[in-house]
DNA sequence: ACTTTTTCATAATGACCGTTATTAAACCGC
DNA sequence: GCGGTTTAATAACGGTCATTATGAAAAAGT
């Protein structure tokens, strides 16, 4: 019994995402996120929380609405397919929107006061469990044959998220679609073969 | 006439210098700023006027004290060493103080409020400067005939820009010195020849 | 020694931060 | 319709933000 819920939650979750993406999570006032949301302050305390784990929400949808091209990525048969459509997509996910260009967890990895440290944190070890992700991938390739011997799965990992962050921090100064697939290009230029 | 300032100045920059690396332009408040600075608001006021133009000047010394590695770079002989000694000495820039790792422009380009735009905008600038440097350096050596005729500097600039800023973000993420040296050693593998 | 000028530390300013009491309104079972 | 319960909106909370007014302390000119 009670009273029911006048606003799609999914929706303003949504809406508060769009928000930490393009200003961090220290970055979004809740001025910010009621504006963005349509609803006032004590409603998004009582459907998320706290700011906290309204940014956790978010950043699950995030994964799940926005990234859930990854998963697809690591079932490619080749590394180099697995890298190429990674690396594309971003691009594709960097530029899409003009409001809020760039990336969710790398937008909101790097600066802020102590107090945001925990939500860092927590960014820090989604990075880190994507490139595990990666690197698991590379390592089957390399029992598969797919990668030569010599390959090395954790630094071709690492190298492939160093260019995913560094495209995304050009996203978020202005760069265009194009010259962000001729970064791409280069990194692919000389990808390891069988 | 009047009375002696009883601070030094270059002192106070250094030390704000550090607090703006390690939180970014809005994580750092005056409270951090005083305390690092070993002296009160109103003479960081006096000394440097107001926030802004206080990480402007810090901005300045960053890149007269921290980067200064990359004019140096711009004479070598070849793009090759130019870009190798760029790279390791990013690496060694982005890890050897514990305490604020990353890049202080990185660190601050990325999210922020709107109030931080203006700033954010002098990052911006500050980056498009330094990879627009870069870019020139590798047309003349295309002239030169360091680069093969199919080279594109831009795209050869940016790919190294993307490299340095995502290097940037996994130092501020925790990444071992190694490890950043395996991931310049696959972004130099894809080094075109002349 | 005294006035002038600059710097110093203390403390206050209004604005905004994230978070909640508080109260009115809307729904349920009865 | 009516009590019980949940949500909605208004407005307030203490705390911190960047910035500065205030007055004491210190140095230079006369």
Not at 34 to 55: D, H, I
């Amino acid at each position: 019994m009670g009273r029911h819920r006048e606003f799609d939650v999914e929706k303003a979750l949504d809406a508060v995402l769009c928000v930490f993406w393009r200003k961090g999570y220290e970055g979004a006032s809740y001025a910010d996120l009621t504006e963005a949301a349509g609803v006032e302050r004590p409603a998004l305390y009582s459907a998320f929380g706290n700011k906290e784990a309204m940014f956790g929400r978010a950043l699950d949808r995030y994964y799940e609405r926005y990234l859930d091209y990854l998963p697809k990525a690591l079932q490619l048969p080749t590394t180099r397919e697995v890298a190429t459509h990674i690396l594309y997509n971003a691009i594709d996910l960097n530029t899409r929107y003009a409001d809020h260009t760039g990336c969710l967890v790398i937008n909101g990895v790097l600066a802020g006061s102590d107090e945001a440290e925990p939500v860092r944190q927590v960014l820090i070890d989604a990075r880190a469990a994507a490139e595990a992700q990666l690197r698991e991938r590379f390592e089957r390739a390399k029992a598969e044959g797919d990668l030569p011997e010599t390959a090395r799965p954790d630094a071709l990992a690492a190298f492939l998220m160093a260019v995913l962050h560094g495209m995304a921090v050009q996203a978020k100064a202005g760069f265009s679609r194009e010259m962000l697939e001729a970064v791409a290009e280069q990194a692919l230029s000389t990808w390891p073969a069988r």
